[in-house]
């Protein structure tokens, strides 16, 4: 329900950006034509932020997976069991994940289906490096847990190689997108100072 209620708000958002746009222009150019265009063009640019920032949530939570792994050994080795260890996330592990375990520790804790509340879990961040992180427990959960430190650390490197890589495409990316946008929007501005003359 709160996912659509965002949505919704978000949807009124970039209509109301688009409105108000398209009078603005109007009032300065006098064309419809362009004021339209204009409307257009601040949707697409909303749309695309709001892309972005649903993006950057997902960079954060795959950048917090090696210290997910991180804690999970450490709380293993402690002597907790695979449960308090992963409800520990809630509380000592990063910010981007705590809201998560969170709602699996309330979850263990009325149910007490470890492997529906992980897989809840797992649902809710969609990501690949937690599903790797969650499946390998769930397995060494059923199986038993004698190879999980092992296959913990390796998974880590393995995380950790994945994102320094994934990182550097993303600069060589941004670089390309932001000359891109830079290009695609001076058309726009050159065409509303046209448009404020007689």
């Not at 034509?33 to 640019?45: E, K, T």
């Not at 979850?107 to 992980?118: M, T, V």
């Amino acid at each position: 329900m709160n996912k659509s209620l965002t949505r919704d708000s978000k949807e009124f958002q970039a209509a109301a950006s688009m409105a108000l746009a398209a009078i603005l222009v109007f009032t300065f150019s006098k064309s419809l034509v362009i004021s339209i265009a204009f409307s257009l063009f601040i949707g697409v640019f909303i749309t695309v932020a709001q892309r972005k920032g649903a993006d950057k949530k997902s960079l954060e939570i795959q950048s917090a997976a090696p210290e997910m792994i991180d804690h999970l050994i450490t709380g293993l080795q402690s002597g907790l069991s695979l449960s308090e260890s992963l409800s520990g996330l809630a509380v000592r592990g990063p910010s981007v994940l705590a809201p998560y375990f969170r709602d699996f520790q309330e979850d263990l804790h009325n149910s007490g289906d470890f492997y529906a509340s992980l897989e809840k879990v797992k649902d809710e961040l969609a990501q690949p490096s937690t599903d790797l992180i969650i499946e390998a427990v769930l397995i060494s959960k059923t199986l038993g847990g004698a190879e999980l430190m092992t296959i913990l650390r390796l998974l880590g490197n393995f995380i950790r190689e994945d994102l320094s890589l994934r990182r550097e495409i993303s600069v060589k990316q941004n670089w390309i997108k932001n000359s891109a946008h830079l290009s695609a929007g001076a058309p726009w501005i050159l065409l509303l100072l046209l448009s404020t003359q007689r």
